[in-house]
């Protein structure tokens, strides 16, 4: 009798497992940062490797760290409304460039728009490593004393803009 209610126990587990994850977003994979003042990096900038981006450049003020790369299909498709956020003023918008080649990073940048305030050039990806990326684009909400308020995985469209970021920026200059 145990031979039978064992495989059918383990199956009614994986069943239960596999029902759960039907009702998960995988957008929002939570991150071990936020609440917590956000990873000390320090890049060369992509337009001048000679100057570096880190950390501390974010500070001051509420700003968006967007994890991006030429490779990313995505990240093509969120660039036009990160061009519009940076247009807007509301927040400063740093760019991480994630495991790319510095010219073709240059000439995207070039062709479509350059929405950063600065962007880093990691190359080998240990910084994002750091920041707990698991793939671009992905986009942090840093507070002006450098805790991460909030992460989003996936494009920014202007939904995610005006639903998820917006509000969260709002609530956080509110407070400086």
Same mark, same amino acid.
């Given at each position: ?33 936020? %609440?917590?003042? $956000? ?29 991006? &790369?030429?490779?990313?299909? &995505? ?10 956020? &940076? ?17 073709? $990073? ?10 950063? $305030? $600065?962007? %880093?050039?990691?190359?080998? %990806? ?8 698991? %793939? &671009? ?15 989003? !995985?996936?494009? !920014? ?11 969260? !920026? ?7």
């Amino acid at each position: 009798m145990l031979r039978y209610l064992v495989p059918v126990a383990v199956f009614a587990v994986l069943v239960g497992f596999f029902f759960r994850g039907l009702y998960l977003k995988p957008s929002e994979i939570p991150s071990p940062f936020v %609440g917590k003042a $956000a990873p000390s990096f320090e890049l060369p900038r992509l337009h001048d490797p000679e100057q570096r981006l880190s950390n501390a450049d974010m500070q001051g003020s509420v700003s968006l760290l967007n994890v991006w &790369a030429t490779w990313c299909f &995505a990240c093509r498709q969120e660039h036009p409304v990160l061009n519009e956020i &940076a247009e807007s003023g509301v927040v400063p918008i740093f760019g991480l460039n994630l495991k790319d080649q510095r010219p073709l $990073a240059l000439r995207w940048l070039e062709q479509l728009g350059d929405p950063y $305030a $600065a962007t %880093g050039f990691d190359g080998d %990806g240990k910084v994002a490593l750091d920041w707990g990326v698991y %793939g &671009a684009p992905e986009t942090f909400l840093v507070d002006a004393d450098g805790t991460v308020l909030y992460k989003h !995985i996936a494009p !920014i469209t202007q939904d995610v803009w005006q639903q998820e970021l917006l509000p969260r !920026i709002q609530a956080a200059q509110s407070r400086q």
